[in-house]
């Protein structure tokens, strides 16, 4: 796997999963969107603000109730620079999770959907079974459709 791919607990078995958004489906990052409304997107800024994100606490519930069998794939197009601040509100949020993938550190320049979707090859690639993905973009939703993944669609109202 990719080595800026982090497990929880040390390497498991990959196996039956699901694909959970970060950005709009665990982490509220409506207080950082004006970084993206000028004219020219401050990608730089909308990230770097995300350690103040609110948790979106019931859709952190829903991956609890997740069948305990299924692996907890964190996968967002958030850059590999925010790898320790990511694990770091993850942590103090207590969410379960088993894998966080994220940008690598040649990938920050790829467009979220194809990045996510060259993910998605990969995780298959490697072993994982991914069921299902929950997810706030509508081009990734778009997308997972057309990669054979069932999406759960989730309304964090950033996308017009
Ligand atoms: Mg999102």
């Known amino acids: ?10 390497p498991q078995v ?33 990230f770097d603000a995300a350690g103040g994100d609110a948790l979106l606490g019931d ?6 109730c997740l069948d ?3 692996q907890v794939v964190l996968l967002t197009a958030r850059p ?12 103090r949020h207590g969410l379960r999770w088993d894998l966080l993938a994220l940008r690598g550190p040649a990938q920050n320049m790829t467009r979220s959907v194809r990045f ?13 079974l991914p069921l299902f993905a929950l997810e706030d973009d509508p081009r990734i939703v778009e997308m997972y459709a057309a990669e054979t993944l069932p999406c759960l669609y989730v309304h964090s109202g950033y996308y017009g």
Do not use: C, N
Request: hydrophobic share 45%.
């Open 1 to 10: 796997m990719p080595a800026h791919w982090v497990w929880r607990e040390g």
């Open 68 to 70: 305990a069998g299924l």
């Open 116 to 128: 996510k979707r060259e993910a998605l090859a990969q995780l298959r690639s490697f072993g994982f």
């Open 80 to 91: 590999h620079r925010l790898r320790e601040l990511t694990l770091e509100w993850i942590g």
């Open 14 to 46: 990959p196996g039956a999963s699901a694909i959970v958004d970060i950005d709009g489906v665990l982490a509220d990052a409506s207080h950082r969107q004006w970084h993206l409304d000028g004219p020219v997107r401050d990608w730089y800024g909308f």
């Open 59 to 64: 859709h952190a519930e829903l991956v609890r």
